[in-house]
């Protein structure tokens, strides 16, 4: 944080994650993109699809809250991996599968995991604007990616979005997601029951996506 060049708590932040002894992810390569002329519909994106099956709610009873994070950024790789490999009309099932995964992922962070790390430790202010920044990056990413119809623009757009990705799992996963281990009990239990259960309310949009909001004073969590 004391980096002379960084007077913003959010560019201190990121330097200390990206400074000269961390070297940056490079985005994954990509293959063939999914039949041409088809957008993602409203009927594709059906949110139901991104609901625990009991296979994960009995991973999660195992798991560490950071393990059950880190295990949704994988499942959301995978899909997006197996779209841009190229093929048939199942592997785009599964990408649209993984953009459903992926709003919800950024729901349950916004609104439980973050307020409940904020409440924890206020000093982690910084980071969690950060996140929330490039929250509203993916967001942007997943609404252009879901509504071209254009066969080589949307996998530009999944190579963008699994460039996106790879910096912000990146961040989270070494600096936000360790930091439930430090959760009170209560707390730890609450915000794993929601991750195993809840499902992303119709039209939920994330919070710097819907308007810039001034930094907060009052106690409340970073928006």
Same mark, same amino acid.
């Given at each position: 944080y004391s980096h002379p060049k960084c007077a913003d708590p959010e560019a201190r932040w990121e330097w200390v994650c990206y400074?000269?002894?961390?070297?940056?992810?490079?985005? !994954?390569?990509?293959?063939?993109?999914r039949p041409a002329g088809q957008a993602l519909t409203g009927a594709q994106r059906d949110d139901s699809q991104t609901a625990p099956?009991?296979?994960?709610?009995?991973? !999660?009873?195992?798991?560490?809250?950071?393990?059950?994070l880190e295990r949704e950024h994988h499942e959301v790789d995978a899909g997006i991996a197996a779209f841009t490999a190229g093929s048939p009309a199942m592997d785009r099932d599964r990408l649209v599968r993984a953009i459903c995964a992926l709003r919800r992922h950024i729901y349950l962070e916004e609104e439980y995991v973050f307020?409940?790390? /904020?409440?924890?430790?206020?000093?982690?202010?910084a980071p969690l604007s950060v996140m929330l920044r490039e929250h509203a990056q993916l967001w942007e990413t997943l609404a252009v990616l879901e509504a071209e119809p254009d066969a080589r623009a949307a996998l530009a757009h999944c190579r963008r979005l699994t460039s996106q990705l790879l910096h912000h799992n990146l961040k989270e996963e070494k600096i936000? /997601?360790?930091r439930t281990g430090d959760l009170p009990p209560a707390a730890a239990d609450r915000l794993r029951a929601v991750l195993a259960t809840a499902g992303l309310p119709d039209g939920w949009v994330c919070t710097r996506a819907r308007a810039a909001t001034p930094p907060t004073t009052d106690g409340a969590a970073p928006h």
């Amino acid at each position: 944080y004391s980096h002379p060049k960084c007077a913003d708590p959010e560019a201190r932040w990121e330097w200390v994650c990206y400074g000269s002894a961390h070297s940056k992810p490079t985005p !994954m390569t990509a293959g063939m993109p999914r039949p041409a002329g088809q957008a993602l519909t409203g009927a594709q994106r059906d949110d139901s699809q991104t609901a625990p099956t009991r296979r994960q709610e009995a991973a !999660m009873e195992i798991e560490s809250l950071a393990e059950t994070l880190e295990r949704e950024h994988h499942e959301v790789d995978a899909g997006i991996a197996a779209f841009t490999a190229g093929s048939p009309a199942m592997d785009r099932d599964r990408l649209v599968r993984a953009i459903c995964a992926l709003r919800r992922h950024i729901y349950l962070e916004e609104e439980y995991v973050f307020p409940l790390l /904020y409440q924890a430790d206020r000093a982690l202010v910084a980071p969690l604007s950060v996140m929330l920044r490039e929250h509203a990056q993916l967001w942007e990413t997943l609404a252009v990616l879901e509504a071209e119809p254009d066969a080589r623009a949307a996998l530009a757009h999944c190579r963008r979005l699994t460039s996106q990705l790879l910096h912000h799992n990146l961040k989270e996963e070494k600096i936000i /997601y360790p930091r439930t281990g430090d959760l009170p009990p209560a707390a730890a239990d609450r915000l794993r029951a929601v991750l195993a259960t809840a499902g992303l309310p119709d039209g939920w949009v994330c919070t710097r996506a819907r308007a810039a909001t001034p930094p907060t004073t009052d106690g409340a969590a970073p928006h």
